[in-house]
Nanobody
Framework: QVQLVESGGGLVQAGGSLRLSCAAS????????MGWYRQAPGKQRELVAS???????NYADSVKGRFTISRDNAKNTVYLQMTSLKLEDTAVYYC????????????????WGQGTQVTVSS
């Protein structure tokens, strides 16, 4: 089994900062892409940022310049540093990872964390 566990969400005032963490554990052979998604009430889940195993990053236009994604491959952990938070950043943030569980099965599968709430207040 594979688990992705997020932490670091909470309540913050507009303009503030938060750092999210997501640790993957269990039967993991290799992790390729890791990312953060978010879903606000009444809206579809959207990609916030992603990072490859080599460190290449991709960001949604709405968070460019404010959010930074990083990862520690040795710890199977991905981070999301969020600064200059806005009211519209309020959402449940989900961690996602594409990984292989064994060296003999070439199948890559996507796994999700349970989500962590980020609430930005005025």
């Amino acid at each position: 089994q594979v688990q992705l566990v997020e932490s670091g969400g909470g309540l913050v005032q507009a303009g503030g900062s938060l750092r999210l963490s997501c640790a993957a554990s269990g039967s993991i052979f290799s992790i390729s892409l890791m990312g953060w998604y978010r879903q606000a009430p009444g809206k579809q889940r959207e990609l916030v940022a992603s990072i490859t195993s080599g460190g290449s990053t991709n960001y949604a236009d709405s968070v460019k310049g404010r959010f930074t994604i990083s990862r520690d491959n040795a710890k199977n952990t991905v981070y999301l540093q969020m600064t200059s938070l806005k009211l519209e950043d309020t959402a449940v943030y989900y961690c996602n990872a594409g990984l292989r569980t064994t060296n003999w099965d070439p199948t890559w599968k996507a796994y999700w964390g349970q989500g962590t709430q980020v609430t930005v207040s005025s």
